[in-house]
């Protein structure tokens, strides 16, 4: 499901979701409002980008937003005006959540902005990103919290971790060879953007 948002004193203007043709999002998707999504993303089934009240969503190059995904953002704007505590700055430009490019973000895990997870980076399964930075090149195990903090590039979050307070962030242990799920997000990005390639062309041949 692909549409526009409602015109609220929180939303002033309605806005079609921006999707790229090579992108793949499964009918049993809802893709809502001001939401950018971009080469090669593949939304599946029952996952939730609702840019209706926080916004813009956007969702980079090659990401992955699997099963059960919500991402969803506090309001941005109230009676036409911005509410900057709720947005992120990425390059001078301001966004409710941003997802970077080559991103997985597995089942059921949530994104609520205002929220930014930096490219090649992996959010596990049933995890919660709010009010948090997340940079690049890190994994986020499953079942972890992340509220209120900045992870460092090429950091992992152990599976479970509820991280609430920036002194823990920073010890969080770095991504070395040694590390069992070093390259587990680039695995997931290939199955899932051969998905989206898969059934685009499926869908073109009907």
Known sequence: MIHKNVITDFSGKQYTPMIDDTAFVHPMAAVIGNVIIGKKVMVSPFASVRGDEGQ??????????????????????????????????????????????SVSLAHQSHIH???????????????????????SNVVVEPGCILMGVT??????????????NQAMADKLPEITDEYPFKSLNEGVVHVNTALADGYNKQDVEK
């Open 151 to 164: 992870v460092a590039d090429g950091r992992y979050v152990p599976a479970g971790t509820m991280l609430t």
């Open 113 to 135: 902005g205002p929220a930014k997870v930096g490219d090649e980076t992996f959010i596990g399964m049933q995890a919660l990103v709010f009010k948090a930075e997340v940079g």
């Open 56 to 101: 813009p969503l956007f969702v980079g190059d090659n990401s992955n937003v699997q099963d059960g995904v919500v991402i969803h953002a506090l309001e941005t704007e109230k009676d036409g005006n911005a509410v900057s505590k709720n947005l992120v700055d990425v390059e001078g430009k301001k966004y409710a959540v941003y997802i970077g490019k």
